[in-house]
């Protein structure tokens, strides 16, 4: 019997990617503090769907909007592990992300009453230690890699790489990596960042965007009679009234096709038994 599931999840930053890049002043501290207003939309908008949904949250962000984490519980989502200061691993030393991602944890388990069950790193960039850490953390699954689109897959650990040689694969442990792609990510389509290096244009139709992230739900039933599709979305970006509209729709159209929506926590249990089995 076929089983098409969909993850929506939300990376719950508020100003903490742009404090952790260094842009302090009012302006872009108030393009990541919208998105604590806009969580109570979205909250709405999935309490009206009935759709449960996990939201990966920094442990600034717990801190900082105590409030708005709250909704996020009492609305029945998981919350998932996003470091606590939203730096991404790859720039940090080993002791420097064990302790930004236990002090993560303690936040998350005074919020909710238990440590996270999955984790997504700051910006998608894991460090060569991440895996073990969050097997160490007792996590459950990943959700930061892109070799996989609709199955997951065993993460693995030590990976051997070196220029002018072929690849070899580490082994497998047994945490579940839920595959994510920036292209189901709202950040780049629509988000308009110009610094010294780049500019990124963002500002996209948000019809157009979420024509392709439908598209790329008919292509999983089309060719996997089971599967999992990740959308990653960020208040502060996908909370524009324009992107709601055209998030609404999508979730409708999802829903007259008989997607399944699951939490994160449980379609990587499910997967978890898929794999074992
Ligand atoms: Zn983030």
Not at 68 to 76: D, K, L, Q, T
Not at 80 to 86: D, E, I, L, N
Not at 174 to 188: G, K, Q, R, Y
Request: glycine share 8%; hydrophobic share 40%; with cysteine.
């Amino acid at each position: 019997m076929a089983r098409h599931i969909v993850c929506l999840t939300f990376d719950f930053d508020t100003e903490s990617g742009f404090i952790a890049r260094g842009w302090y002043s009012p302006t872009p501290l108030s393009r990541g503090e919208f998105g604590v207003m806009a969580s109570g939309r979205i909250l709405r908008t999935l309490k009206e769907r009935d759709i449960s949904s996990t939201w990966f949250v920094p442990g600034f962000t717990i801190e900082s909007h105590p409030a708005a984490c709250e909704a996020v519980v009492a609305g029945g989502h998981e919350v998932a592990h996003h470091s606590w200061a939203h730096v991404p691993p790859a720039q940090q030393s080993r002791d420097e992300e064990a302790e930004d991602m236990g002090r993560a944890n303690r936040a998350i388990e005074k919020l909710t009453g238990k440590k996270a069950r999955g984790y997504r790193s700051p910006s998608w960039d894991l460090s060569e230690n991440t895996i073990d850490l969050l097997i160490g953390e007792g996590m459950e699954y990943d959700s930061s890699l892109m070799g996989s689109d609709y199955l997951p897959a065993w993460a693995r650990r030590g990976d051997a790489v070196k220029l002018g040689e072929p690849i070899r694969y580490g082994e497998n442990t047994d945490l579940v990596e839920m595959p994510i792609t920036w292209s189901l990510d709202d950040f780049p389509h629509f988000e308009f960042v110009r610094t010294a290096e780049a500019t990124l244009p963002g500002l996209q139709s948000a019809r157009h965007v979420m024509d392709s992230w439908w598209d790329e739900f008919v292509y999983m039933q089309k060719t996997v009679e089971w599967g999992i599709l990740t959308y990653t979305m960020h208040p502060y970006v996908i909370g524009r009234g324009y992107r709601m509209l055209a998030l609404e729709g999508l979730l409708d159209r999802l829903a007259d096709a008989d997607a399944i929506f699951m939490t994160m926590e449980d379609a990587a249990r499910e997967a978890r038994r898929r794999l074992s089995g």
